[in-house]
């Protein structure tokens, strides 16, 4: 079984009236290999006649994005010419590669009569042999995503396997990621391969890792001792949790490139800058 090591608070960050925490990246810990960040965006209510998410057309290049829409809606716009909007327990898996421009925002009908919004978004990274691979985009709805029983209760499972079951979407470098849902007094055994980053980040509830109790809000971070964690729940618990190999490589983040080097990173901006991103059609 894996134990402990840390847990690390979301810090508080809002953007603009979004209510935003943040435990990835933070000042014990730079980065997961391979996970980079995470946003924990709500829960709140936002009134009608709001504003909406104020994530407008922004550039991307050498990573990926999963967006879980926990409550509400998001619509996505991006240069590669893909858009949708995706609804509660939805999800969007973005693949930025070689570079391209996308907007996150609200839907005209959300803006219009307002409601409740929950929206965790995690950026993975991308081995330098993948980081120019060409853009792509797969957003589905929470009918798409598999739905997994297990005692007390559910496994979402987004990629990778999980039992006998697969996830719909397929990870450029293998990620196995899933939200777990547990009602109080439940117990579940998480897979954690062996070698392999477990990530794990308690949205709601304040259940027990291993023996150790957390706290919701928290990015717990595990020991690579076992092929497994335990979770036991004494309220309802809601999970994000996944696992991946290590990439290993040299990481240099400015913004929203994730690359290699500091070359990597100067390129990246004139590129953008040249247009060779593309842009969101009108």
Same mark, same amino acid.
């Given at each position: 079984?894996?134990?402990?090591l840390? +847990?690390?608070? #979301?810090?508080?960050?809002d /953007?603009?009236d ?5 435990p ?18 709500g829960? +709140?209510v ?13 550039p991307?290049r050498g990573?990926? !994005?999963v ?12 240069s ?5 909007v /995706? ?8 693949? @930025? ?9 609200s ?5 219009? *009569? ?13 081995? #330098? ?11 589905? +709805?929470?009918e ?9 209760? *559910?496994?979402?499972?987004?990629? &990778? *396997? ?5 996830g719909?979407?397929h990870s450029l ?5 899933? !939200?777990? !849902?547990?009602?109080? &007094? ?7 391969p062996? &070698?392999? !980053? ?5 949205? @709601? ?18 020991? +690579? ?7 036991? #729940?004494?309220?309802?618990? =809601? ?6 190999d290590?990439?290993?490589?040299? =990481?240099?983040a ?6 290699? *080097? ?6 990246? /901006?004139?590129d ?7 842009a969101?059609? #009108?």
């Amino acid at each position: 079984m894996r134990h402990v090591l840390r +847990q690390h608070r #979301a810090l508080r960050d809002d /953007i603009a009236d979004l209510t935003t925490r943040r435990p990835l990246p933070n000042p014990a810990l730079p980065q997961l290999d391979p996970f980079l960040f995470l946003n924990h965006h709500g829960p +709140q209510v936002y009134p009608p006649h709001n504003r909406g998410l104020p994530f407008g057309p922004h550039p991307h290049r050498g990573f990926e !994005t999963v967006s879980f829409i926990l409550k509400g809606e998001m619509a996505h716009r991006d240069s590669g010419g893909h858009e949708s909007v /995706i609804g509660e327990g939805g999800i969007q898996w973005m693949t @930025a590669g070689s570079g391209l421009v996308h907007a996150e925002i609200s839907p005209a009908s959300f803006k219009q *009569t307002g409601g409740p919004l929950e929206i965790l978004q995690l950026w993975v990274n991308l081995p #330098a042999r993948l980081k120019f691979t060409a853009p792509a985009y797969t957003g589905l +709805q929470r009918e798409d995503i598999p739905a997994i029983a297990v005692p007390g209760g *559910t496994v979402n499972l987004i990629s &990778g *396997t999980f039992g006998g079951d697969e996830g719909p979407f397929h990870s450029l470098t293998g990620v196995a990621m899933m !939200t777990v !849902t547990l009602d109080a &007094g439940a117990q579940l055994t998480l897979p954690a391969p062996r &070698g392999r !980053t477990v990530f794990l980040y308690v949205v @709601a509830g304040n259940p027990s890792v291993a023996g150790t109790p957390v706290r919701e809000a928290h990015l717990i971070e595990l020991d +690579q001792g076992g092929d497994s964690v335990d979770i036991a #729940a004494s309220e309802p618990v =809601t999970l994000l949790y996944g696992h991946a190999d290590p990439i290993g490589e040299p =990481t240099v983040a400015h913004g929203p490139f994730v690359m290699n *080097t500091r070359e990597e990173i100067m390129d990246a /901006i004139r590129d953008y800058e040249a247009g060779k991103f593309g842009a969101i059609p #009108a």
